[in-house]
């Protein structure tokens, strides 16, 4: 009994802890839920790409999509509207500003050679060699320790910068990021293996600096530069009219379902109700400390989790009755009522975290936003079901004989009566039953 | 001994109608699946909506203030007026806003408009533009766009992989720790809660012409998650009851006693699903009543199949191999 104290206390300092998380964190809510900003990009025509084609703006929605990821903002949209714009949908206001930044930098980067210019001006001339060329970028340090983007070229970049390097050995080779002269260093032997560094000139670059030139060099550079041409916050995509009711609907059906399980299991469906709204607590608190952007589809695979979670509950409740039924006093009813239903709440949850985590590490956008809700639910409601409702079971009803059946939803008359409880020998001592 | 013999239903006995009832369930989706993918543009035996296929955006100036009835009240209107599916979103322009809409002028708010594609100048945007109009005072038309499809083709190819990975990892899980005939049967017990779903869907765009959207993969998901996990329940009290009866009861008798002891079980567990789905579709949003109906047609059919499918077919791969076992030993008997 000692124990069973001990774990109540453990549960009420993780209910405190979530309810603590859930005030000081904000909730994430998905496009869909809250909305957020939309943003309207146009592709802009360049020297080197006099026309907008399809094609181009496939490539420019790939590069934002591949940017907006790396940002780390979770499902956002990104779509073609009309012939040369993109409509970007970005929940969660806050991110704006970043994103914005993010968008705005075409990343163009472009190895130059000096030239001459039509009045015989010194000017720089493309080499042909730019940022597609590129495999990766790494933040390295040099060795004074500043720091520099260290490239890797890709097989063809490799020889292109190879051929380039022995062409100009005895004079200045230009790096320029989005049209701005990074460093122009000397080139004094050519550069066999495909690997080079910007410095960032004299100054140096800022560790931010950096960091940010490679995470947009590794997210691909946009074929065109674009603008911001609309910019606005939205209202959810599923209709503000339509998520307010189904708030309202989804109480209601999560209070009938409450109202049936103390209706059919009495005293224990009160504690299994009690458990679950633990369940829910800690489970949103879960969801904002990691923080995950809940969208409908996040919110289908809450509303799984916790049917599965009143199963959980409604096996073992199940269970319990038949061993009551059988004689057996609370104590070892409860006991072997958990331990009998654990083997299929084991099984059947095992399978769906299994499905979760192929789900989650394949699936895209909406699918895993779902798998990672359901699993997270799945993981909770069975220390939920197993410990809480558990523990609660115990200090509640103690041990000794069944003297109130009806507290169960049983009567006097079934009790003795019933199903003919069989098991090993093994059983019966873990189970602390001497009959 | 008393109550395992008990039954309420006896699903060794007729265990030739519960299949037939599958396939009575079955059959006008398949049919429907398979028309739709004989006479639909693409061959998709779905109707898809703007989710999949693109569509237009209209963009209206009010000069008012919006709550939540005035957007139902469009819906509504609009959906009156024959636009399909119209996803409606209000927009706030921000201070700093592009000089495209500030040429407007005093708006307060912007209603946006997706719906399928219509092209600029025609009935189709007239249509609409009426509805506003009735709707809302002096509503201006700002601009008329197409968009692509948020989910594209790669979404569903992916999520198609990610999906066989995982029967895969399902078959693997429960073939160590049931045995191979009940992995086999709780798969195909997904298949057929999955085609129902998706087969009465194909009807429902056949004669109500529903659209199926983004959250439709999320609703066969959530029925795939729910179909295991009922039939998992059941074997395991097959498995369980094997251990204590399996000299005392024939195979079919103890599938029997387990369907039966799990029933209260299955119905309550579905019950309890079901009537927080049911609120939802009666009670809630406009916008998410068929991904409701998705899941709860497949969470009916899911308990339907974990007790009426998936327990017959394990009972009949178990009466073959009895079957041959003793025409092997009698063949080698001779």
Not at chain 2, 258 to 270: E, F, Y
Request: aromatic residues 8%; charged residues 20%; contains cysteine.
């Amino acid at each position: 009994m000692k124990n069973k104290i001990i774990m109540f206390w453990v549960i009420v300092l993780i209910v405190i802890a979530s309810i603590v998380t859930i005030f000081v964190k904000p909730t994430k809510l998905g496009l869909d839920l809250v909305g957020g900003s939309r943003l309207v990009i146009e592709a802009e025509t360049t020297k080197a790409v006099p026309q907008i084609t399809q094609d181009v703006m496939n490539r420019l929605q790939f590069a934002i999509e591949n940017r907006v990821n790396k940002l780390g903002v979770a499902e956002t949209v990104v779509q073609q509207v009309g012939e040369k714009r993109l409509l970007i949908e970005i929940p969660n206001v806050t991110d704006l500003k970043e994103a914005k930044a993010f968008l705005g930098e075409t990343a163009q980067l472009e190895f130059k050679k000096e030239g001459k210019g039509p009045n015989g001006e010194q000017i720089w001339v493309e080499t042909g060699l730019t940022g597609q060329d590129l495999a990766k970028s790494t933040l390295s340090t040099d060795s004074t320790g500043q720091w520099v983007v260290s490239l890797e070229f890709n097989g063809a970049g490799s020889k292109k910068f190879a051929d380039l390097t022995r062409d100009l050995v005895g004079q200045q080779m230009a790096i320029f990021f989005d049209g701005e002269l990074q460093s122009a260093p000397v080139i004094r032997e050519p550069i066999y293996g495909g690997k080079a560094q910007i410095s960032g000139g004299d100054s140096g670059f800022e560790y931010s600096e950096a960091e940010r030139m490679v995470n947009l060099l590794n997210a691909g550079a946009l074929p065109v530069p674009a603008k911001i041409v609309e910019e606005n916050t939205v209202g959810p995509t599923l209709g503000a009219d339509s998520i307010a009711k189904s708030k309202t609907a989804g109480i209601i059906g999560l209070s009938i379902v409450m109202l049936f399980m103390i209706a059919y299991y009495r005293l224990p469906g009160l504690i299994a109700d009690i458990a679950l709204m633990i369940y829910s607590v800690i489970l949103f608190a879960l969801f904002k400390a990691i923080p995950v952007t809940l969208t409908l589809a996040g919110i289908a695979g809450f509303i799984l989790s916790i049917g599965m979670a009143v199963d959980a509950n409604i096996l073992i409740f199940e269970r319990t009755k038949e061993e009551l039924r059988a004689g057996r006093n609370l104590f070892t009813a409860i006991n072997s009522g958990f331990d009998r239903a654990f083997t299929s709440i084991f099984d059947s949850n095992m399978t769906t975290i299994i499905t979760c985590v192929i789900l989650y590490l394949l699936g895209t956008s909406i699918v895993k936003g779902f798998a990672l809700t359901l699993a997270l639910g799945v993981i909770v409601s069975m220390f939920s079901a197993i410990t809480i409702t558990k523990n609660f079971m115990h200090l509640i009803f103690g041990t000794g004989e069944l003297k109130y059946p009806q507290l169960f939803g049983l009567r006097k008359s079934e009790i003795g009566k019933g199903f003919e409880a069989s098991e090993t020998k093994r059983e019966n001592a873990r189970f602390g039953i001497l009959d | 001994m008393a109550e395992i013999s008990k039954h309420i239903i006896d699903i060794v006995k007729h265990r030739v109608i519960w299949l037939c009832i599958s396939a009575l369930l079955l059959l006008p989706g398949t049919v429907a699946l398979i028309y739709s993918a004989i006479h639909n543009e693409n061959h998709i035996p779905l109707k898809v909506g703007i989710d999949y296929t693109g569509g237009t955006i209209l963009q209206y100036g009010v000069n008012e203030d919006i709550n939540n009835s005035d957007i139902a009240k469009t819906r509504t209107d609009l959906e009156a007026a024959g636009v399909e599916t119209p996803m409606i979103q209000i927009l706030h322009t921000s201070a700093n806003s592009t000089a495209e809409n500030e040429k407007i002028g005093n708006i307060k708010n912007i209603i946006s408009i997706r719906t399928k594609f219509i092209g600029e100048n025609t009935d189709g945007v007239n249509k609409i533009t009426e509805v506003l109009s009735k709707d809302y005072s002096n509503p201006e038309l700002i601009s008329v766009s197409s968009v692509g499809p948020t989910l594209g083709n790669e979404l569903f190819k992916n999520s198609l992989l990610a999906l066989t990975l995982a029967f895969l990892g399902i078959i693997i899980y429960l073939s160590i720790r049931f045995k191979f005939d009940y992995a086999l049967a709780a798969i195909l017990g997904i298949a057929h809660d999955v085609l129902f779903v998706v087969g009465a869907f194909s009807l429902l765009g056949i004669f109500y012409n529903v659209q199926i959207d983004g959250l439709f993969i999320t609703a066969v998901l959530t029925v795939v998650g729910f179909s295991v996990h009922d039939t998992i329940v059941v074997f395991d009290r097959i498995r369980e009851n094997l251990r204590y009866y399996s000299k005392k009861m024939s195979f079919g008798e103890i599938v029997n006693a387990s369907v039966n002891q799990t029933l209260a079980r299955s119905i309550n567990t579905s019950l309890t699903t079901l009537l927080t789905l049911l609120a939802l579709y009666f009670f809630g949003g406009v916008t998410t009543k068929d991904f409701v109906l998705a899941m709860i047609l497949g969470i009916a059919i899911g308990t339907y199949s974990s007790i009426f499918f998936c327990s017959v077919l394990v009972d009949i791969w178990e009466d073959r191999k009895n079957n041959k076992t003793p025409a092997a030993k009698s063949a080698a008997a001779v």
